[in-house]
């Protein structure tokens, strides 16, 4: 699969909600093409360099990103909202004359729906009342608090962790050892 990429320094999560402003041409003309077609692009953090100018080096594992809802900010410029779908590997990446990154992706195994056992349920309490501190619009659709996958990503997309935490949870395929990670990256002792 032939998609292009937006690098950026944000981890989005399948099932994760981000909110965009676009200005730079290449990424106008990127969302403009996505919209037409109707087709995914991709999300990664940038591993080397910045989200404007020349094109970045990312991470190899990112999100699918589908454009759910898109306007004109008051500033003139256009404002989008995507939702993050399948995880990815890059297999190879090529820079256009623009600095638009292309990749070859390979589709990561979906997150399989996991129980939240009893060790976890600390972890699902302190989800809620993070909810409960966000406004209605800000909180996702379709909640699934007893499901470990949705849980974790959940979790690593709202605590304020470190970028390279947040991506080594994005790269964990197995739901319950994300919930462990988590665990682990909250205690004092571990957090650096």
Known sequence: MRIPLFP???VLFPGGILTLRIFEQ???RMISDCLTNE?????????????VGDAATPFKVGTLARIVDWN???DGLLGITVQGERRFA??????????LLYAQVNLL?????APLTEDFQPLAELLRRIFDQLDDSDKPKGQHPNDAAWVGCRLAELLPLPLRHKQRLLET????????????????DTAS
């Open 90 to 99: 890059i297999v190879a990446q090529e820079a256009d004359p623009d600095q």
């Open 39 to 51: 087709a995914p692009f991709g999300i990664c953090l940038i591993r080397k360099g910045v989200e």
């Open 26 to 28: 290449r990424y106008l």
């Open 8 to 10: 950026l320094n944000s």
């Open 72 to 74: 004109q900010r008051a």
């Open 173 to 188: 395929d197995d739901p319950i050892e994300r919930l462990q990670l988590l665990h682990r990256m909250l205690q004092p």
């Open 109 to 113: 195994e979906e997150m399989p729906a």
